[in-house]
């Protein structure tokens, strides 16, 4: 893992990002040559509704076309 004293993080700061974004690879700043902090990538997961369902249940193409059996609550 990449280290980088503070004070050249502060000078390079957005380069530093750009970097951690594309190459996914964390950046641990140190102070006084101890570790203080971690710039690392975000997850690409999204955090939406729709996406944390994925897989559980299954979209019908088309109702109309071609419908379900009907349907017995009494059961």
Known sequence: ???IAAAEFK???LTLMEDVQKTRQP???TKRGKPIAKLA???DTK???FDRLKGVFEVADDLDR???EPWNSAL
């Open 27 to 29: 950046v641990v700043i």
């Open 47 to 49: 955090d939406d509704f």
């Open 11 to 13: 000078a390079r700061c």
């Open 1 to 3: 893992m990449k280290t």
């Open 41 to 43: 990538p975000l997850d």
């Open 66 to 68: 071609d419908p379900p």
